[in-house]
Structure formats: C-alpha cells, structure tokens
C-alpha cells in the first residue's frame, strides 16, 4: 500500500512537471510566432491553399493557419526593380500584385494551372501586339506560360530516403541535375564522379536526382532505355513535357514541387547542368563552414548582374521588349548554384505569383528577390570558365566549386586528378 502511494505521488508530481514544460514551450511557440508576424509589414501577403504541399514545416516567415494555407509576406522588392510599363510580362506581375492586394482570397487559390496552348492563344494575340513576329519556340513559351501541371513519368519517392528511424538517411546535398534523355553518357560520368551517392566526411549524405522532359516527336524513341536506366540508378526523374531551353522554368517548378514533397528535410541543394565539373569535398567543406543563420537563407554561386535581356532575336536567351522591359534582378548562373533546402517551399509558393520566365535562373532570381533573399557571389562558381590554358591544369579545378561545360572524359580526367593522393597543390 505504502508503495503504491510513492508510486501515485511521483506520478503525480511528474505529471504536473510535463504540464508545467509543454505551457512554457507552447508560450515560446507564441512568442516566436508573434515576432515572425512583427517583421515590417510588407503590403502584400500570399495565402497558398495547396494541397501538393504536405508538408507545413515553419521555416522563418512563415505561419501556417491551417494544414494546406500557407499565408507569407512578399517584399516589394520585386516590384521596386521591375518597371511597371506596358510589356506584357510586367503587366502580367502587377496585375497579379494587384489581384494580392484588392482580394482577401487571391486567385491563387483557383488558378488552375492547366491552360495550356490553344485556351492561351485568343489571350495572346490580344494582350501582345506583335505575337506573331516572336520566334516559334518563344511563342510555344508564352502559350505554355500557364500549363504547369505535366503529369510526372518517373518519380522516384523513395529517392531521398525515409528520413526516420536512422539518423544518417537526412540528405545534406542534393544534387539536382538538369539532364535531357539523349544525355546517357553525361549523366554516367556525373555518377562515377562528383554526383556519386553516399556518405562523404563527417557522416554528410550526397544524394543525386537527374530532371528530364520527354523527348521531341522527331527524335529516336529513348523511353526504354531511359526507363531501363532509372530502374537501374533510381536517380531518374521525368515529366511529360518537352525537354527544350525555353521549358527551364517548368522544370525546375517541377523540381521544386517534387522536393517539397519527397525531399522537405534535405539540407541543401545544388542545381545545375550535366556538364559541368564540380569538386564535390569542397562544395562540402564550404557548406559546413557555414554558421547557422546563413546555412538557411543560402543563394550563392556565380552571380550576374547588373544584368539585363539580351535583344538580338538569334540570341539563345532572346527576350522581346514586348514581353519583358527591364532590367533583371541579380541572379545566380543556372550551370550550377547552391541553395538553401529551407527556401525550396517558399520559392515553390512565390512561384504562383511571380508568372513564368522563360530563363529559369533569371526566374530563381525573381523569386529569391521577392522573398528578400539575395544571391551572394563566389569566385569558386565559375559557371563562364576558367582560362584557356587552365582548362587541363588539376589544381585549378582542385581550387574550385563548379567549373563550366566539361566533357564526360574531361570530367572523369580531372576528377582522378584532384582526388589523388600524387597530387601537391
Ligand atoms: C514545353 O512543353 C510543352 C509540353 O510538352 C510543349 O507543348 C511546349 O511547346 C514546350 N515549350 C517550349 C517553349 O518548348
């Protein structure tokens, strides 16, 4: 008897400690939540109700109301860069702007995202006077402007891991590569060398994602083999669209919105081309130099700006004034950047504001401007090359983080070479 009245009274004094903690920790909660809502008041709040995105985790400058409405400030940065004028892309942002502000329940909420071609094209050749003097693949851009859900090919959900019961399974870096079908040999050398998997120093897991489109009508039939190849590697990721330059930003939408879901504990991610060198050990060793308040709003890689379109029609990156007149923002080069795992959601979500761009970096830099988040340079990304003479030389690459356009052979070489243990420098 006299034991179980110990046994009650401990009970009940543990109890009463449990009480006592989870309130202190619900009122910091409360603390943390007003002062996030304390920032300067920005004009503008995005409420998102979406239900792609499952996982309502609360990085900084976010509350979540409810499981699916995602309710964040947007800077007016965005919108102090970019001139309100009569291009039909600036219309298209202030008009959306707008719509954020008059509106308690934005059309973000109904925007279906599936209007695709023909349903654009009687809006096109209203809104943009000379249409029919755009390139045909600039056109197909526009026409496809608002068709954002193609249904994903391969996916591979598995990809990053559980993420429970080991601790060791939570990648760190993510690779994700930007690959089209034909590129087999490309992506090979990527996995012997800087993308292979694992655990590298200090326990760090690398993970690699290769993102496709499909494949024009034109070309050979390649969907057995690459299905055969992502059976095989399980690194695969393809969606239904057409694998073209002019089609980046969706795919690097869809990236986001399969990380959101797959991948929401990753680190950090390093996006890139299929033909750049990258030293892996040293992309690392900096990402781990990082104090904590950086390692989360993290945008860094070979920046460009002042920057602004380039207006010769036989450019890759022509861009009709038309469309868009302004500069652009400054904004890391696409053949390879790192970004923070925590900005992922919150540029998925900018995403259905701010409208397409057909440069996708460009566009990760409107989005990153809008979020208050700003590119930071480094000499390591060295996404125009090195010069000519150094091209062969392994302890230039054994100095950097990214070196631009390299052959599979060139990559293999010199990956050998910086990871002998022959080598001085
Ligand atoms: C992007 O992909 C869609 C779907 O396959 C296609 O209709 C469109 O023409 C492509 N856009 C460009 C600019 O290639």
Redesign the pocket.
């Known amino acids: 008897m006299r034991h179980f009245q110990t046994f009650s009274a401990m009970i009940l004094i543990v109890s009463l400690f449990l009480i006592f903690f989870y309130s202190t920790q619900l009122h910091q909660t409360a603390n943390t939540l007003r002062v996030v809502s304390e920032k300067p008041p920005k004009q503008l709040e995005l409420h998102v109700q979406d239900s792609d995105v499952k996982h309502p985790s609360t990085p900084e400058g976010f509350t979540t109301t409810d499981l699916n409405v995602h309710k964040f400030p947007i800077s007016d940065e965005l919108g102090q860069i970019i001139p309100q004028n009569g291009a039909y892309w600036n219309r298209l942002l202030f008009s959306t702007l707008r719509s954020l502000d008059d509106s308690e329940n934005p059309f973000m909420n109904e925007h279906p995202w599936s209007v695709?071609?023909q349903e654009n094209e009687d809006l096109l050749r209203i809104n943009v006077h000379d249409f029919n003097s755009y390139p045909v693949?600039?056109?197909?851009?526009?026409?496809?402007m608002n068709?954002r859900s193609?249904p994903i090919l391969i996916s591979q959900p598995d990809r990053c891991g559980s993420g429970g019961k080991d601790g060791n399974s939570q990648t760190f870096l993510l690779f994700a590569i930007k690959s089209v079908p034909r590129n087999f040999e490309q992506r090979q050398a990527v996995r012997e060398t800087w993308g292979r998997e694992g655990v590298y120093q200090r326990g760090l897991r690398v993970r690699l994602v290769f993102l496709l489109?499909?494949s024009s009508e034109n070309d050979p039939d390649l969907s057995k083999l690459l299905s055969y190849e992502a059976k095989l590697y399980k690194d695969v990721l393809q969606w239904?669209?057409?694998?073209?330059?002019?089609?980046l930003t969706?795919k690097m939408n869809m990236f986001l919105k399969w990380t959101v879901k797959h991948c929401p504990q990753v680190s950090f991610v390093f996006s890139g081309d299929d033909d750049v060198f990258v030293n892996t050990p040293a992309l690392l060793t900096y990402l781990q130099s990082l104090d904590a308040s950086k390692a989360f709003q993290l945008y860094v890689g070979h920046i460009i700006s002042p920057a602004s379109p380039l207006r010769d029609p036989k450019s890759k990156y022509y861009i009709p004034s038309s469309f868009y007149d302004g500069p652009y923002p400054p904004y890391a080069g696409g053949g390879g950047f790192l970004i923070s795992g925590s900005l992922l959601q919150p540029l998925y979500l900018i995403s259905r504001v701010i409208p397409f761009f057909?440069i996708d970096d460009v566009y990760i830099g409107m989005c990153t401007k809008a979020l208050e988040v700003s590119p930071e340079a480094h000499k390591g990304f060295q996404t125009f090359d090195v010069k000519e003479q150094d091209r062969e030389n392994v302890c230039v690459h054994k100095e950097h983080l990214l070196l631009h356009q390299r052959s599979p052979q060139h990559i293999k070489r010199m990956w050998k070479g910086i990871n002998s243990p022959l080598l001085t420098c």
Do not use: E, S
Request: aromatic share 12%; charged share 15%.
């Open positions: 695709c071609r693949l600039f056109k197909a851009f526009l026409q496809g068709c193609p489109g499909t239904d669209f057409q694998d073209t330059l002019l089609n969706l057909p």
